[in-house]
């Protein structure tokens, strides 16, 4: 694996334990702040629904109450939160590695367009581009790093030769590819190639 | 002519098999030595040396080997796949007909490995 891509790898683990420390600390904030002011009861449940007897009639005082509704709720805004930060950006060594194999491909003059979820948008010279997305510890097939290739639409009309000639599958007219991060570099070549191959000469 | 297109196809198929990571090639490369052959996916995993889970292998790499139209894989049972290469992509079936050609030892090779069972 590259040496960027190890240290994002790192930088992912690490996020993770921060993100873990963080919750606990801040879960515990949350559970003071949400119970030492008071608990507000919740209306009683039916007796025939929970006998209560015993210590038990104590349980729908503190945990069936507000306070706890309350605390539930933030902790969950606490997992959205940390979900949507770890989906949005991506350690940047990782964005340095994709940038720098991107600019090796198609030079160093050429706009690339960077946006959060780890999405990249090459503009290519006549108009066409490429989408790239990154995708950070997949579960499904165990990588660390996968790349998603679409390419702009074609208008060619042996794409699917085209397409099967340089490794990928065509569908609605644009080329894509599931590509592991030590295939990248060699096939968005090959996805440019097979774009000027399928794009009319002028 | 002829000659010309048989080079170009080897250029190609060079070219994409140079492009794909260790794993793919591996599969690929065996696939096409065994052929007409199918194997399940333990077997496959077997073939290449493959340590990792093979529900990742599935997923990760099979799937997309399939969406790439370079391997075919029929569904026997809910656990069970046979996976072949595809004869019909235009690159592979040189690579096929070049094993059949020149691959004979290595298809033995192969062979042995997947019969100890």
Known sequence: ??????????????????????????????????????????????????????????????????????????????????????????????????????????????????????????????GQHIDIACKTKDIDSGEWFQYRLVSSPMGADNLADVALRNGMSVSNGRFRSWVSNDEFHHRVLLMAKAMSVASPSP | MEENDTLRSVYELTQLMSSLNDTRRAILLALAHVYPRSVSGVQLGRLIGYSGKSRSLYRGVLMHLQEDQMILIDQLTPKLYSIRINNEHPLLAVLVNMCREYGKESKEIYLRALEEE
């Open chain 1, 1 to 126: 694996m590259d040496y960027n891509l190890k240290k994002a790898q790192a930088l992912y683990k690490d996020r993770e334990r921060i993100g873990l420390s963080a919750l606990l600390v801040v879960a515990a904030v949350a559970f003071y702040f949400f119970y030492s002011s008071g608990i507000h009861v919740l209306p009683p449940p039916p007796e025939w629904l929970w006998p209560l007897e015993g210590w038990a009639s104590g349980l729908p005082e503190v945990i069936a109450s507000f306070n706890t509704l309350g605390f539930l709720l933030s902790l969950a805004l606490m997992l959205l939160a940390y979900g949507v930060w770890s989906w949005a950006f991506l350690p940047s060594p990782a964005v340095m590695y994709t940038m720098g194999v991107l600019r090796g491909v198609f030079g160093s003059k050429v706009e690339i367009k960077y946006s959060i979820g780890g999405r990249f948008r090459v503009f290519l010279d006549d």
